[in-house]
């Protein structure tokens, strides 16, 4: 549904970066006067990140780099990668270092590991939800601002697909640009105009808007907040000419009434804004059989 990877990876490194920093910042972990007091007792351990509940891991490389930024020299050991299915109790993550770098950026990179798992692990559910029919998960826009990447990647690690990451992907026609134009036809066709190869999608909230987005060959129809019976006039009226997305209050209660054969893709905003971080705890084991990374 996005652009290319490739495309995007630039992007991705210069916002992760810049999200590390941030974090590290909020925090000001070189400023920690609980550890920086107890320095003269600083040594090599090894740490232990072990899953309290099962779940699908995703944000490992987050975690890695936000220990890296507050010292290069701290080795992680990635036992759990990205996609993987936890149980309770399973080691996730290993890390061997010094005891004060590993206290200083503990809590910001757990709070990544916990929050991507956990949007990991709602999509999963959604996407076994869906399990018996041909149709696609997808996510939203409706990310938390600066982490869109981060929480897109989730969503694929839980087995969902991202719709487009950002403004400039593709067009999509809402109700508030219908409005603005006066018409759908007016907005496709301006679209069409300004930008000849980007595809084009058009939300309707009726079966009138749905015919006259028809008629205009546009590249996926969004069907908003139709009902179950609707949905399937729409699949009707389209006859497979264009790709239909359901959307609007989609839940895990109701998704399986809007899976009705003949649509494409269901999209779930809460797969990004109504998570719970998967619960996730680091442990120090004592001293350090290895050495910190040179």
Do not use: W
């Not at 050991?77 to 996609?83: A, M, N, Q, S």
């Not at 054969?261 to 001293?287: Q, R």
């Amino acid at each position: 549904m996005a652009v290319t990877e490739e495309l995007q990876l630039p992007l991705k490194s210069q916002l992760t970066e810049r999200i590390i920093q941030l974090a590290l910042l909020e925090d000001n972990v070189q400023q920690d006067v609980t550890t920086n007091s107890l320095e003269e007792f600083d040594r090599p351990v090894t740490a232990r990140v072990t899953t309290k509940e099962d779940g699908i891991i995703s944000g490992t490389d987050i975690f890695t780099r936000t220990f890296r930024a507050v010292d290069p020299k701290v080795s992680v050991e990635v036992l759990k990668g990205d996609g993987s299915g936890v149980k309770k109790g399973d080691v996730v993550i290993e890390l061997h270092g010094m005891e004060s770098s590993i206290l200083k950026a503990e809590r910001t990179a757990l709070n990544f590991l916990q929050r991507l798992s956990g949007i990991a692990t709602l999509t999963k559910k959604y996407v076994d939800k869906l399990a018996p029919y041909d149709i696609t998960l997808l996510d939203t826009r409706k990310t938390t601002p600066g982490m869109r990447y981060l929480e897109k990647k989730a969503v694929i690690d839980g087995g969902g697909t991202n719709h487009r990451m950002n403004l400039e992907d593709m067009a999509m026609v809402k109700d508030n640009h219908i409005d603005m134009a006066g018409t759908i036809s007016n907005a496709v066709k301006k679209i069409r105009g300004r930008f000849p190869g980007k595809k084009i999608e058009v939300e309707v909230k009726n079966l009138e808007e749905l015919e006259e987005a028809v008629a205009l060959n546009v590249d996926m129809i969004m069907l908003d907040n139709f009902t179950p019976r609707m949905q399937e006039e729409a699949v009707k009226i389209t006859n497979r000419r264009v790709k239909l997305e359901v959307s609007g209050n989609v839940n895990l209660e109701n998704i399986e009434e809007k899976a009705i054969k003949g649509i494409d893709f269901i999209s779930v905003g809460a797969l990004t804004h109504s998570f719970i971080s998967l619960d996730l705890s680091l442990n120090i084991s004592g001293l350090n059989t290895k050495k910190a990374k040179v």
